[in-house]
Structures are given as structure tokens and as C-alpha cells.
T-cell receptor, first 114, second 114 residues
Framework: NAGVTQTPKFRVLKTGQSMTLLCAQD?????MYWYRQDPGMGLRLIHY???????AKGEVPDGYNVSRLKKQNFLLGLESAAPSQTSVYFC?????????????FGPGTRLTVL | AQSVTQLGSHVSVSEGALVLLRCNYS??????LFWYVQYPNQGLQLLLK??????LVKGINGFEAEFKKSETSFHLTKPSAHMSDAAEYFC????????????FGTGTSLTVIP
């Protein structure tokens, strides 16, 4: 049982390049989330999904797109990377009971945009 | 609206001393409250959570937190700090009206001095 995994662990992009971050969970969770973590700002929600085929915007969605084609996977895309998107990205998942349920986090992806 | 405030971005304690990390929340509905810990270069791990059962919540690694509605607080404590407790600690709030969203504090970095 691997929990939540993220690919890749590190990535360096040039401004304007695109990339996709992959999140996978093996806990059969309905809900999945993408956060970014920046110094002094805690974690901020980018997008989330309440089930296969669904996505919704979080607090800071601009510049990102997501897809949830399979229940176990949640992809985060950057179409045209900007230096402001340099951050550590965390994926999380939780089961059906939303507000009180624990979110389980992946190990993170450290992204640098030059 | 939901939010959390963590007082003190950096806290230092001596090994064996009391650990006290402060978290105050703002919520228009009864909240669910969480403390997560993040070790260097790792994802977030749940320490404990309050979901309207007992107001004193015990978590892993000897940590506990007390929900005080009158003070809108959920401070994290540990009687005796250990070197392995050095990490970043995040308080988070969710509620019945937040959908799937957790709102995280900005984090407190705990240093344990030998």
C-alpha cells in the first residue's frame, strides 16, 4: 500500500514550457487535491476533484489545469510555466466524508521555473 | 469563512522542555481542526484532529491538542520535546460549509536545542 505518490520529485522548467504532474493514490479515495506550498504562506489549494471525471477550482487556480480521468489519478498541468509557479506541489486524497476526514499527502514535487 | 492563524513562525525549545504551538481559528460553523507535521523534504503527516468528540485530542508521538471554543483555539502541546520533533507544524480548519477545502495556517517551524 503505497498511499499517495507523486511524479516527478523534482523538475526544472524554462519560462513558457509546459509539464504535467502526476498524482496516484491506491486507497480508493473519492477526493483528490492539489496544493502549492510557498515560504510563509502555508499550503494553498489549487484544484480539487470530488470523483472520477470531476474537477473544481480552489483558492489559486490560475495558470493550472487538472484532469481526473481515472479515480486513482489526478493530473496537474502547467501550459505555460512562469517563475511565479516555482513552488513545492503536494497532492492529497481523502475518502467520502469530506470536512472531517483526514487528507493524506504525497511526498511533493519541487518545481523551479527559470 | 474559515481561517487559521498560527502565532510564531519559529519556535525553539530545549530538549525535554514543554512544546506549545499556537493555533487560533475563525469559523462561522462548528469547525473540524487538524494538526499536521512536515519533516524536511517530506509530505504532511496527520498528528491529530478534532471532529467534535472529546475536546482534548491525543495524537501520535506524544502530542495533544485541546479545542477551546471560548478562545477559538486549538493549541498543540507535548510535555517533553525530543530532537526528532524538529519539523514544520501546520494547523488546518475545515467545516461543513467549506466543501472539500482545508484552510491551512502558515506553519510553525520547531527547533529543538540539545
Amino acid at each position: 500500500n503505497a498511499g499517495v505518490t507523486q511524479t516527478p520529485k523534482f523538475r526544472v522548467l524554462k519560462t513558457g514550457q509546459s509539464m504535467t504532474l502526476l498524482c496516484a493514490q491506491d486507497m480508493n479515495h473519492e477526493y483528490m487535491y492539489w496544493y502549492r506550498q510557498d515560504p510563509g504562506m502555508g499550503l494553498r489549494l489549487i484544484h480539487y476533484s470530488v470523483g472520477e471525471g470531476t474537477t473544481a477550482k480552489g483558492e489559486v487556480p490560475d495558470g493550472y489545469n487538472v484532469s481526473r480521468l481515472k479515480k486513482q489519478n489526478f493530473l496537474l498541468g502547467l501550459e505555460s510555466a512562469a517563475p511565479s509557479q516555482t513552488s513545492v506541489y503536494f497532492c492529497a486524497s481523502s475518502s467520502r466524508d469530506r470536512a472531517s476526514d483526514t487528507q493524506y499527502f504525497g511526498p511533493g514535487t519541487r518545481l523551479t521555473v527559470l | 469563512a474559515q481561517s487559521v492563524t498560527q502565532l510564531g513562525s519559529h519556535v525553539s525549545v530545549s530538549e525535554g522542555a514543554l512544546v506549545l504551538l499556537r493555533c487560533n481559528y475563525s469559523s462561522s460553523v462548528p469547525p473540524y481542526l487538524f494538526w499536521y507535521v512536515q519533516y524536511p523534504n517530506q509530505g504532511l503527516q496527520l498528528l491529530l484532529k478534532y471532529t467534535s468528540a472529546a475536546t482534548l485530542v491525543k495524537g501520535i508521538n506524544g502530542f495533544e491538542a485541546e479545542f477551546k471554543k471560548s478562545e477559538t483555539s486549538f493549541h498543540l502541546t507535548k510535555p517533553s520535546a525530543h530532537m526528532s520533533d524538529a519539523a514544520e507544524y501546520f494547523c488546518a480548519v475545515s467545516g461543513a460549509n467549506t466543501g472539500n477545502q482545508f484552510y491551512f495556517g502558515t506553519g510553525t517551524s520547531l527547533t529543538v536545542i540539545p
